[in-house]
């Protein structure tokens, strides 16, 4: 037998035309620089057929031969900076700068695919299982799934619901929560980057696709950009990408599955805005669910929705405004076509020679006026300095506005005191835009404008290092405080992990010991003290939760085995924050793992601690810091604890069986007193039969019965004759049996129980 290079199947060696997937080996044509089908990479990862390519990387089927399993491998090679010849594995490196900008993209692509490695199986994420650098390149190892992509139900002309909507991209929110916090952008989200596999499961693949590149001078950006789904800052070479970048692209996903329209091209957008409310094209939609949509669609990353996190905060919510974009000149009037093609055709030209599409020239491209009166950016000033320019402001204008502090902890002394950043008004406000188009721009920024005044309260976030709020310290777990205040986490008397307390995360923050308190987690948490501040030097010593748990990269099947053959596994404690390491010796599974109640009669093919059920599949990952949601209560495994004797009478049968919610029906012969011929087993809830079962279930148990025996009568005893007077009496020749000769057929031992 050998494997198909095209799907992974075992097929017989003399066949050369796959009968499962059609692939045939003999007339493979494919590019000379991807790797030959067959070849082994990292000593155990096979590689076959190619996948997709991308201009940066090459995704091929492969096969891990020592868990016998399908996978994805991802190979790095950039075009415009490397290349194979045909038949060998290493690559060719093109020298000068291009070697430079290989290996930087080399290493984002292998840290990045190391840091989601260590999420293990975020929901609507691809997992990663492993990172090898070969071949002068480097490879990761993902799942291999089996479905469809969205761009593919999308195609046959599916529409979805808003409610199938919402559901469907909250999965993909959740995943896109877990990667932005370790500095990832996907930037390549559309359909065809979405699976949903067979098991119902929305997945987002192939991340990084431009993110690797390093220059403004790639060739092959502009190709890669999915048009309708890229905001606008991915086609400026300048552009700052983050959290909303991602947010976009979902956010136009979205649009697409309710209305099956692409949305609008961002940079045409940004000329001329075209896209329209999903309820004015007949989508049946609540209000505030549109809003959450359109707010995150917004063309500039200024007043879009800036996180994944409130994305999908406000797309459960049922009251999120609007918020109102700043009216730009460029709206007022149509463009025509051919301006419309200009900006196509400078598509390309804005990756190859960095063109700005926004610096040119005249007010009917969206230039600000000269006379616009924009408010300028503290960031880095003092709040001495940010009052003093909004009195000058006021004085200049005849505006009332004021000033407010907060406060956020940063543990760089030379930043202390100085304006982190504006918290209600974003960057580059437009207070003339405020004035001409007043209930807009008020609605969102609480500004309020009378007979052309400006009233209301510009609010700036100020660093110090003194002391944080409760709000700031609830956002953290403890890992995370020691890392933001420099707190020592190597003094086991400081840094203390409370092992006793079950269900947490590795971590989790229990509570703050200071000089004259000890602050919980439920204090830090509670309505009402979000204002209240602990000081940094008083803080004696942090308690975090770190019960030691259970992780296994692939389970095993148990199933057959007994409790006592069970092998011992190793417990593990999280080194770091994403990095865990073995806590000690092996150690048997926890009992709370396996339910041990289930009984089951003699005759079955279980014996006590027989294992006959696994609520996970063998071969998963479970990982008991975050999966317990995949055992059934709580429970991997299932174990018979007791075999019930079935032998003798019906009335020692019943006194084995005394439960509460036990019906016992007597068939046969319906006299308990006979022998038990055969048991049935119903569970009442189900009306299924069951060979095993526990005493608080609703059973019926029917018994057959043997039949009663019949008693035939005795014949009258025949008379003797007298014995004559003259002889003496002889003894009877006939003597009872001994007593220990007797035999009685109808006892049976009433506690018998089968091991």
């Known amino acids: 037998m050998k494997l ?19 692939f045939n080996e003999t007339e493979l044509k494919q590019e000379s620089y991807y790797l030959t089908p067959g070849t082994v990479m990292g000593g155990k990862y096979i590689i076959g057929k190619v996948l997709s390519y991308g201009g940066h990387t090459i995704s091929y089927l492969g096969y891990d031969a020592e868990k016998n399993k399908k996978v994805v491998v991802k190979e790095y090679l950039p075009s415009d900076f490397s290349t194979r010849s045909e038949g060998e594995t290493e690559i060719t490196i093109y020298s000068g700068d291009a070697r430079e900008q290989f290996e930087q993209g080399l290493t984002n692509f292998l840290n990045e695919a190391n840091r989601i490695q260590q999420l293990g199986r975020p929901e609507g994420i691809a997992q990663v299982y492993d990172c090898v650098a070969e071949n002068d390149t480097g490879y990761v190892i993902s799942e291999y799934l089996e479905g469809q992509t969205l761009k593919e139900i999308l195609d046959s002309g599916k529409k979805y619901t808003s409610e199938e909507a919402k559901e469907f991209i909250i999965s993909i929110l959740k995943g896109l929560s877990k990667v932005h916090p370790l500095d990832i952008i996907h930037c390549d989200i559309a359909p065809e980057t979405i699976m949903v596999t067979d098991s119902g499961e929305i997945k987002l693949l192939d991340f990084g696709a431009t993110r690797y590149v390093t220059t403004a001078n790639s060739k092959s950006l502009a190709i890669i950009l999915k048009q309708g789904y890229a905001p606008e800052e991915q086609y400026r070479s300048r552009g700052v990408r983050g959290p909303w970048t991602d947010v976009y692209a979902v956010a136009a996903v979205m649009y697409r599955m309710l209305t099956g329209v692409v949305p609008q091209e961002s940079v045409e957008r940004a000329l001329t805005d075209e896209v329209k409310d ?59 076509i051919w301006a419309k093609g200009l900006v196509a055709c400078l598509l390309l030209a804005v990756v190859v020679g960095g063109v700005a599409l ?25 709040f001495e300095e940010a009052k003093n320019y909004i009195e000058e402001l006021n004085e200049e204008n005849g505006w009332h506005l004021d000033v407010s502090a907060s406060y956020v902890y940063t ?45 209301g309260t510009i609010a700036y976030e100020i660093y110090r290092n003194d002391a944080m709020y409760y709000s700031e310290i609830s956002k ?25 307390t079950p269900n947490k995360n590795y971590f989790d923050l229990a509570e703050i010991v200071t000089t004259n308190e000890t602050v919980t987690v439920e204090d830090i948490k509670a309505e009402g003290n979000a204002q209240k501040e602990i000081r940094i030097a008083d803080i004696e010593k942090i308690v975090y939760y770190a019960s030691e748990f259970f992780y296994w990269e692939e389970l095993d099947n148990f199933v057959g085995m007994t409790v006592n053959e069970l092998p011992n596994y190793q417990i593990w404690k999280m080194a770091n924050e994403k990095d865990m390491e073995l806590a000690g010796e092996k150690s048997l599974l926890e009992t709370t793992l396996i339910d041990q109640s289930y009984l089951t009669l003699d005759g079955s093919k279980y014996k006590k601690g027989y294992i006959f059920e696994q609520t996970v599949a063998a071969g998963e990952t479970l990982d008991l810091r975050s999966d317990m949601d995949k055992l059934k209560d709580g429970v991997l495994l299932h174990a018979i604890d007791q075999v019930i004797s079935s032998s003798g ?59 009663k025996p019949v008693v035939k009568k005795k014949a009258p005893a025949k008379q003797q004759t007298p014995a004559q007077p003259s002889q003496p009496s002889q003894p009877s ?23």
């Open 411 to 455: 543990n760089d002394e030379s930043q202390n005191g100085k304006i982190s950043g504006q918290v209600n008004i974003p960057d580059s406000f437009n207070f003339t835009s405020l004035i001409n188009d007043t209930e807009a721009v008020q609605d969102s920024y609480g500004l309020t404008v009378v007979d052309g005044a400006v009233s």
């Open 476 to 500: 953290l777990n403890a890992y995370t405080l020691t890392e933001k205040i420099g707190f020592d986490r190597n003094n086991a008397a400081k840094f203390v992990g409370d092992k006793e």
């Open 649 to 707: 009478t019906g009335y020692q049968l019943k006194d084995r069986v005394g439960w509460a919610n036990t019906t016992i029906v007597w068939g046969g012969s319906g006299d308990p007193s006979q022998k038990v011929l055969g048991v049935k087993v119903v569970n009442n809830d189900t009306g299924e039969e069951v060979s095993v079962f526990k005493k608080t279930d609703n059973l019926t148990i029917t018994v057959t019965l043997q039949k």
């Open 278 to 336: 999903p309820s004015k094209m007949g989508v049946s939609i609540p209000e505030s669910m549109e809003n959450a949509l359109m707010n995150a669609l917004n063309v500039y990353k200024e007043e879009r929705t800036p996180s994944a996190e409130v994305f999908l905060k406000e797309l459960t919510s049922t009251s999120v405004k609007r918020i109102k974009v700043k009216k730009r000149k460029n709206e007022t009037g149509k463009f025509p």
């Open 4 to 22: 198909c290079m095209g799907c992974m199947n075992q097929i017989d060696d003399n066949v050369f035309t796959c009968p499962l997937c059609g």
């Open 733 to 755: 020749q006939q003597t009872a049996p001994p007593e220990s000769n007797k035999q009685d057929t109808s006892t049976i031992d009433e506690n018998r129980v089968a091991d």
């Open 358 to 382: 926004f610096k040119m020239s005249g007010d009917e491209n969206g230039e600000l006026a000269s006379n616009d009166i924009i408010l300028q950016s503290m960031e880095t000033k003092t």
